[in-house]
């Protein structure tokens, strides 16, 4: 509120007025001289380049006036009406009061938020219900909210509003979303065809002007009857002559299944030959599930060996390998032209052979456990090969366009780095990827977590696993590598010694944005490389011997 147009219940003493402005005091400060002014008329005092009281003309050093708090005082003790008296505000109060009062006062001027208009704050209510023309108002025809000033509008899209028919037939007040119902129906002036439609009869007319058409048209509907009559009489006579069609060739048919029942006989024939060949690959299936079994303990011996022995030994198992998938696939060719020979007859006689296709097809899923062994082995070796045991691993992502779309269809959302040790006796851990991203990185980023697994020094190494993991995708252009430090919470369950085998990944969902890694170089020959450091400057426990 403005102190200007303020007036108060008791005359004013001089001294309270402003000797230049000639008002109640505002800020009163007070010169070295011992006069005071409002605080804004002695700046304007001090911007003359000598400046004197206009009281007794004494110079008025500008660094020796201050803030007079004690006149300052007496002017906000002072009673006053309010600024809105006039309009019929009865407040009474002090000076210092009146801002305050101003901020609830019925009186002052308010704008209204919809429609921007100027009133009292006692009106503003009243306007809002009942003038503002940005008001809401209810459809009474649909219920829908809509402003005052578009309801007009509104009525002409109402699904609701009442309109009279639009073909003129004198039906009145229909809701704008039943008068298609209406005129599909009722309505006398709608186009409606005829019931013989269907028959060939081609009337199409008004509703009422029907009924006159189907009394004056009863011989031309008969005729159209008995034409139609005809037509379906001619179609029964063309279905009974290609009933007798089928007939014949089911004939035909019988004599053919007579042929394959002899061709059928010559092929179980064929078929016992075979007999032998199949129990001699089951034999020769037993035998590879025991080199399996030997293989698989060489293997533990490699996981647990160093140097040329795992070098020697490894190369014995790829060579056993390789003499085992040169087998499966000899046995395979030969399954598939046993299985060819044979014929597909129809079901009856497949019920006389039905001991023979279980044996073909049991002789079938034991290689394809074969090949999945062989399969499992070659993996395991794979993963001796690259294995790390100083806490540092490089990670080769091949064909890496084709797992992020694999990603992307959510065929594979996440692929895993081979198992990697931090010390020779210590953690077994792996990294794993999502090229389409994971939780806040999911469609945006690259997300990159590790992951401790369960291994065979487990209880000998101290736990929580606390140790500092660095990541590095690898810029192959060599201008800037991504580097991020992944530091284990040790309250999580990420940590802790592994139950299954493994725990659930942590890392860095939003590890590097799909963006960047398509303008940099961190991918070439459809390559990507991610280095792995795990901190082991202070290794912990069993770690540091």
Not at 283 to 302: A, G, N, Y
Not at 315 to 330: F, G, S, V, Y
Not at 476 to 488: E, F, W
Not at 507 to 529: A, C, L, N
Request: charged share 30%; proline share 4%.
């Amino acid at each position: 509120m403005s102190k200007a147009k303020i007036k108060f219940l008791k005359r004013l003493d001089k001294k309270l007025l402003c000797p230049l402005c000639q008002s109640v005091f505002k800020q009163p400060w007070q010169t070295s001289c011992g006069h005071q002014f409002c605080f804004e008329c002695l700046q304007a005092l001090l911007r003359a380049a000598s400046p004197t009281c206009p009281i007794d003309g004494n110079t008025i050093a500008r660094d020796s006036s201050f803030h007079d708090k004690c006149c300052e005082r007496e002017v906000l003790d002072l009673p006053c009406f309010c600024q809105y008296e006039a309009r019929g505000c009865n407040w009474r109060g002090e000076l210092r009061h009146v801002q305050a009062h101003g901020e609830s006062c019925e009186y002052t001027d308010v704008v209204c938020r919809e429609c921007k208009s100027l009133m009292e704050r006692r009106l503003l209510e009243h306007h809002k219900v009942n003038k503002c023309i940005n008001r809401r108002s209810q459809c009474i025809h649909c219920g829908a909210e809509v402003r005052d000033s578009a309801l007009k509008d509104h009525f002409k899209t109402c699904t609701k509003f009442p309109i009279n028919c639009i073909l003129s037939c004198g039906k009145e007040a229909i809701p704008r979303d039943l008068m298609k119902d209406h005129m599909t129906v009722e309505c006398p002036n709608s186009e409606v065809p005829c019931h013989f439609t269907l028959y060939g009869c081609k009337f199409k007319g008004k509703r009422d002007e029907l009924q006159r058409h189907v009394e004056a048209s009863i011989k031309s509907h008969l005729d159209l009857l008995n034409q139609s009559s005809y037509e379906l009489k001619v179609r029964g006579q063309e279905m009974e002559e290609g009933l007798a069609r089928l007939q014949s060739k089911l004939s035909g048919c019988g004599k053919q299944i007579c042929r394959q029942n002899e061709q059928l006989a010559a092929s179980n024939t064929s078929i016992q030959m075979q007999q032998t060949k199949i129990s001699k690959a089951e034999r020769e299936i037993c035998e590879q599930r025991e080199d399996l079994d030997k293989l698989l303990r060489d293997s533990k011996l490699v996981e647990n060996t160093q140097g040329f022995v795992v070098s020697l030994q490894m190369d014995e198992i790829l060579e056993t390998l390789r003499e085992n998938e040169t087998k499966a696939t000899q046995l395979k060719r030969e399954l598939s032209r046993l299985s060819s020979k044979i014929p597909n007859p129809y079901e009856p006689r497949r019920v006389h052979d039905l001991a023979t296709d279980h044996r073909l097809e049991r002789a079938e899923n034991q290689l394809s456990s074969h090949e999945t062994q062989l399969s499992e082995n070659s993996l395991q070796i794979e993963m001796l090969e690259t294995t790390s045991y100083d806490g540092f691993y490089i990670w080769k992502i091949d064909h890496y366009s084709r797992k992020y779309q694999d990603a992307l269809s959510e065929r594979t959302a996440s692929i895993y780095s081979p198992p990697f040790y931090v010390g020779r006796f210590g953690y077994k851990v792996s990294v794993r990827l999502d090229p389409n991203g994971d939780g806040i990185g999911k469609g945006t980023h690259i997300s990159l977590f590790f992951v401790v697994m369960r291994g065979e020094y487990d209880a000998i190494l101290p736990w929580p696993f606390v140790q500092k993991v660095h990541f590095r995708l690898v810029d192959q252009d060599k201008i800037r590598d991504i580097v991020k430090t992944y530091h284990p919470d040790p309250n999580s369950s990420s940590t802790k010694r592994p139950t299954s085998d493994m725990n659930i990944a942590s890392g860095s969902p939003t590890f590097v944005s799909q963006v960047e890694v398509r303008k940099g170089g961190y991918i070439r020959g459809d390559t990507m490389f991610i280095k792995v450091t795990v901190d082991m400057a202070n290794p912990p426990g069993e770690l540091a011997r």
